[in-house]
């Protein structure tokens, strides 16, 4: 616990003591980190747990459907130029996973947290959090999640009246719509590459007007707020005008986005734009993704992609034609088991780059490219698709489980 001002319950110290016991003996038998179980298990000896260990935090919680690991892990880098952080920097970002993680961080100032979307009015509730970040919201786990509107309604009644600094994107009307209940939002204009979850306005059903940049309900009045922050090319522009270069050994105009994002978070905390971007370029991989592994005497870049606007993002990461890609597809409970989102995303994008599909749902994913007339293969698995492909390095692109599979398979 951070501070000695409001030492913990003997109930939730044996709370947190148990939880720590059960995660060790997951761990020592093979089972993954051991987080999520021995959260739960702490929680069910003292419910109020999650409360009583964000207390003496300066809680940061990060919220969306695409980036929220990344961009809690870049929050965290940030915000540790002002004082030690505990983060859920594995991703377990429901109650159980979240409670894991600061019953780790005896010491730390600031709690940077990654949250389910569905969770996260609950856990606001909690933690009492002094900033909230909210990215993007789009569909995803189409057989359990709420449809995006909804989801949007409940960060909007989560949310309303919160004391927390809010720091959304203005560029994504469903996020506009959550975070206009709160009395305190630092606009952020992060961009929006898929734009398919937000063509009716979430206040009144009407259709989105989309001129540029900007869009607004021309039914209701609905619009796109003046940012504060934005991102402009490679560089962040803060609320004082000034161009900060964002320098990130992470691909891609999506990680940019997390950093201005970031960069308007670490300054509710005091942390000014050039300490925090420059303490941004520490994180190279994000729990594997982005890496470039060795793999059979090939060069792997594995890159994660659980939905369509995610999958639309990594495209324009890839390196150009003939560059071999490998396709994986699972539809397994943390992915959710529908795939019809993946009649959604645009594979015409691929024309040109030799294609090699593995995977659960590889036959799935096989119907879908070739609909789109693409050249591809079905393989076996990864061994095989790799002894297949042509030289060059070749891109990896997983779904969720999918990625988790190939991360064991390279030993990565």
Known sequence: MAGNSDPLTPRAKLAVTAGKAVAAASRAAGRGSGSVIGGRVALKLDPDLLARLAQNLDVVLVSATNGKTTTTRLIAEALRAAGPVVSNALGANMPAGITSALAGGSDAKFGVIEVDEKYL???????????????????????????????????????????????????????????????????????????????????????????????????????????????????????????????????????????????????????????????????????????????????????????????????????????????????????????????????????????????DRKLDLAVRLEVANQHFQVCDNLDQAVQMCPPGRIEVIANYTAFQDLRRRVGN
Not at 121 to 150: F, H, W, Y
Not at 166 to 177: E, G, R
Not at 226 to 253: K, N
């Open 121 to 359: 009015a609950g856990v606001a509730r909690d933690t009492d959090p002094k900033c909230i970040a909210l990215l993007n919201l789009s569909r995803d786990q189409l057989d359990r999640a709420a449809e995006t509107r909804m989801l949007a309604e409940n960060w909007r009644e989560g949310l309303a009246g919160s004391k927390a600094v809010i720091v959304a994107n203005c560029d994504d009307p469903l996020v506009v719509w959550a975070a206009s209940s709160s009395p305190n939002v630092v606009w952020v204009a992060a961009g929006q590459m898929w734009k398919d979850d937000a063509w009716s306005c979430p206040s009144c059903g009407g259709v989105m007007q989309r001129p540029g940049d900007d869009w607004f309900c021309g039914e209701c009045g609905f619009r796109r707020p003046t940012p504060t922050w934005a991102l402009s090319g490679d560089h962040v522009l803060d609320p004082h005008g000034s161009a900060w270069p964002i320098h990130l050994q992470l691909p891609g105009r999506a990680n940019k986005a997390n950093a201005a994002s970031s960069a308007a978070v670490a300054a509710v905390f005091g942390v000014p734009p050039q300490v925090a971007l420059e303490r941004m370029y520490q994180v190279q991989a994000v729990a594997g993704r982005y890496d470039v592994v060795q793999f059979q005497n090939r060069d792997l870049r594995l890159l994660l992609a659980k939905n369509p606007a995610g999958w639309l993002e990594t495209f324009s990461l890839i390196d150009p034609p003939p560059a071999p890609v490998i396709l994986s597809v699972n539809a397994r409970g943390a992915d959710g088991t529908d795939t019809s989102w993946l009649w959604d995303v645009d594979y015409t994008r691929l024309t040109g780059h030799p294609i090699f599909v593995i995977g």
